[in-house]
């Protein structure tokens, strides 16, 4: 009765280019472009912060200004996630990079009817969706990113709302977007594999004359998510680059994006039978009869469609070798149609002992009769909009014996979300699905816009100031300083009766506005960090710093409600983390290899067990994450390349009512350890063979009214392998393995633990890259 895999056939075969990048990205990271000023000069040349030449799995430096030190003389954990490591893997996506990254992942499905999309990224505890970058700037939406334009992936962990502004309690992710350079260059993958994947890519650079370059990313994919049906992921995008006066003391870039997808989105399916599952009322036949993974409770409605669209103008001005002025403006908008069909797994009886949940059977010892109702549509039309000017001056100097590394700037940004309501029309649910063997030909809804609209809007105002002082060779103190002062305006309607307002003397339906909500206020968020360097070779450090996030802060929505965080009313969500840890430098700057311990304590969240004189909820809630971190990346030879992360998380509510469903007190989808690591050597006469484990265990998932329902998920290992051949330095053939032994596990659950998305199950992919 329940059905077999469906897609256990062998991997398609294809023939194509392939690239040297491959094996070229084993080699040595490159070294800085501008020279260093002699050592007894107390002021330095700039560095150039262009990261287009970044090759091998270890990079020297972030690309943002502020980050004025090397990676191994910052004070604070970050990880930069090359290109030429998430390429080799295979990664498309902004997620499929970040599995580099220990202790960072999707691990949350959403609320019931609510399902998360896109990048829907959790790292230390903390959701840090709404705090994800490009090139500095906020990068808006609902939506799954993709890698084609990304040259690395900088993850900062720790409170970063001194670097960015209002950020996520935990950390920032910052993608570092190609752009045009004097090198002649044309580059590419097409890739086919398992579940009819099919991907290509090309990368062309032009130089205009001798300081003017043109360069081209495209991008096109059509394909199957491995080991789910009819779930399928198509898009195509495009970003051209122009840069002039290249090489020059002025230099002037214009960068645009144009992404197009056209997806079927994945709702998951039913938890019935997984470990911590005990059945509901009428549900009883049911246990030990797990759902097929591949099943798909959709319809042919269901539809995710984006359009994202970046123009970005870049200007650097190079005053001496001490002095450098950049101004970084930047509009971006990203529009989302979106239709999903979800369901809660329930079960319960009616008052003569029928089955009346949203599972039901007409013959209740066979299980082919019985069906779950697609009851929960998820709308979603969006448009989320960005206008930014960055300005950043960087000024090396000294005053006396102490060397500065000064960097300060202002920034003024404006950010907008208008959704438009949908709602279901003449009917609330599609046809059942058959529990065991659903149809996507399903029937029965219709939907329409319904005129409860919402619109947000943020503008900020931000100066800062970051300088890092350098007594002798031995000894460096950072600190930086933020202040933003920001305005969120939020207006709505809703539809009245039912759930929604009283109607009065309307009639049932009508669109009633919402009372207009609007909040003001200024963030002042600072760090502190000094780092005292063993010779070249080890960095020894400590770092505090705090972080805040205001009502409205990550969704530019505000609410009357007393128990909500964006209660305009109500203070900012603050965050401190005090961090040590150290960095060495093996094998002449080769490897790296860093350890932290720290502890992140965020305050201000909303407490409904202590209450105020009027009986409402208080913000005496706080929750802390400590823990510790180990990470590896770069050669141990010039064939062996290396990446690996440990992460070790103790969470915990310490002021407020639990968030975890089985009781305990800890925070919610953040595995307590995970391990990921990935190695490649290189043999002599071309191929190259390597692969790498993913770990993550078990986790807490949130807690409500659900009955029944898996509070946990189980920890898992994943293993991936890759072999490529290179022809020559032009041309090469890649193979890679994914989740080798066929594991099956939960890779994210949703809140009401009724929904799981699983892993994926063993797929191959293969590449043909080349460059000239």
């Not at 000069?41 to 700039?46: R, V, Y």
């Not at 998951?268 to 993974?293: F, Y």
């Not at 319809?299 to 005053?319: I, L, N, P, S, Y």
């Amino acid at each position: 009765m329940i059905k077999s895999r469906k897609h256990a056939s062998p991997s398609r075969s294809a023939t194509g280019l392939a690239t040297a990048s491959l094996v070229a990205g084993l080699s040595l990271a490159t070294m800085p472009l501008a020279a260093q000023a002699d050592a007894n000069d107390p002021a330095k040349t700039l560095d150039q912060i262009d990261v287009h030449a970044v090759r091998g799995y270890k990079a020297e430096k972030l690309s943002s200004p502020k980050f004025t030190q090397s990676l191994q003389d910052t004070p604070q954990t970050v990880q930069v996630i090359t290109s030429d490591l998430f390429n080799q893997q295979g990664a498309t996506t902004l997620t499929e990079a970040l599995r580099n990254s220990p202790g960072v992942g999707t691990f949350y499905v959403g609320e019931n009817g609510n399902t998360n999309t896109g990048d829907s990224i959790f790292m230390r505890g903390f959701d840090t969706s709404s705090s994800i970058f490009v090139d500095g700037v906020r990068d808006l939406g609902s939506i799954s990113r993709d890698v084609f334009n990304t040259e690395q992936v900088e993850v900062s962990k720790g409170p970063a709302g001194t670097d960015n502004g209002r950020s996520a309690p935990t950390g920032a992710i910052n993608m570092v977007s190609k752009q045009a350079n004097l090198h002649d260059s044309l580059a590419g993958t097409v890739s086919v594999g398992t579940d009819d994947q099919a991907r290509t890519t090309a990368d062309w650079n032009q130089t205009l004359g001798a300081t003017s370059a043109l360069r081209l990313n495209a991008m096109w994919q059509d394909n199957d998510q491995p080991g789910r049906d009819h779930v399928t992921n198509k898009r195509w995008g495009i970003a051209p680059s122009l840069g002039f006066g290249l090489g020059t003391n002025t230099r002037y870039y214009l960068n645009l994006l144009y992404v197009d997808q056209d997806n079927i989105p994945d709702g998951g399916v039913p938890t019935l039978g997984l470990p911590g599952w005990t059945p509901q009322p009428t549900l009883e036949q049911l246990a030990g009869h797990p759902v097929d993974p591949e099943n798909f409770y959709g319809t042919r409605a269901d539809h995710d469609d984006v359009t994202a669209k970046m123009a970005t103008f870049r200007f650097e001005h190079d005053f001496n070798d001490n002095v450098r002025l950049t101004n970084t403006a930047r509009w971006g908008r990203t529009e989302q149609d979106y239709l999903l069909t979800a369901f809660m797994g329930t079960g319960s009886r009616g008052a003569n002992g029928a089955p009346t949940g949203n599972i039901r059977y007409t013959d209740r010892n066979n299980l082919d009769t019985y069906t779950i109702a697609r009851s929960l549509p998820t709308f979603k039309d969006q448009e989320n909009t960005i206008l930014t000017d960055q300005l950043n001056l960087r000024a090396d100097f000294a005053t006396g014996a102490v060397r500065h590394t000064l960097s300060t700037g202002l920034e003024f940004t404006r950010e907008e979300l208008e959704s438009f309501g949908q709602a279901a029309t003449g009917g609330t649910t599609w046809s059942a699905a058959n529990l065991y063997n659903p149809d996507w030909n399903a029937t029965g809804l219709t939907w329409a816009h319904n005129g409860a609209n919402s619109y947000g809007k943020t503008t900020t105002s931000s100066v800062y100031l970051f300088d890092t002082l350098a007594f002798g060779d031995s000894f460096l103190v950072t600190a930086g300083l933020r202040a933003d002062h920001y305005k969120t305006e939020y207006e709505s309607a809703s539809v009245c009766g039912g759930r929604g307002p009283a109607c009065g003397s309307n009639p049932a339906g009508t669109v009633i506005a919402n009372p207009s909500l609007e909040h003001s206020d200024t963030l002042f968020n600072w760090k502190l960090g000094a780092v005292y360097k063993v010779g070249s070779v080890v960095s020894l450090y400590a770092n505090y710093a705090i972080s805040q996030q205001p009502p409205g802060g990550s969704n530019f929505a505000l609410s009357s409600s007393a128990s909500s965080a964006d209660n305009p009313r109500l203070d900012p969500q603050k965050a401190k983390t005090f961090e040590v840890g150290t960095k060495w430098a093996f094998l002449d700057d080769a490897l790296a290899f860093n350890v932290a311990l720290f502890k992140t304590e965020v305050s201000n969240e909303i407490n409904t067990q202590v209450l105020d004189d009027a009986g409402n909820p208080t913000q005496t809630g706080k929750k802390s994450v400590q823990g510790i971190e180990v990470s590896t990346v770069g050669r141990i030879t010039d064939n062996w390349s290396v990446s690996a992360g440990y992460s070790h998380l103790d969470t915990e509510v310490e002021e407020g009512a639990n968030v975890a469903a089985d009781g305990t007190r800890n925070l919610t989808y953040t595995p307590g350890e995970t391990f990921t690591g990935w190695t490649t050597y290189v043999l002599p006469f071309g191929l190259t063979v390597g692969g790498g484990v993913r770990y993550a265990g078990q986790m807490h998932r949130g807690t409500d009214g659900a009955v029944g329902t898996p509070a946990f998920t189980k920890s898992y290992t994943v293993y991936d392998a890759v072999i490529s051949y290179a022809f020559n330095d032009r041309l090469s053939l890649r193979l890679n393995g994914y989740n080798l032994f066929d594991k099956n596990y939960v890779a994210a659950i949703n809140k009401s633990g009724y929904r799981y998305t699983p892993g994926a199950p063993r797929s191959f992919l293969l590449s043909a890259d080349y460059r000239f």
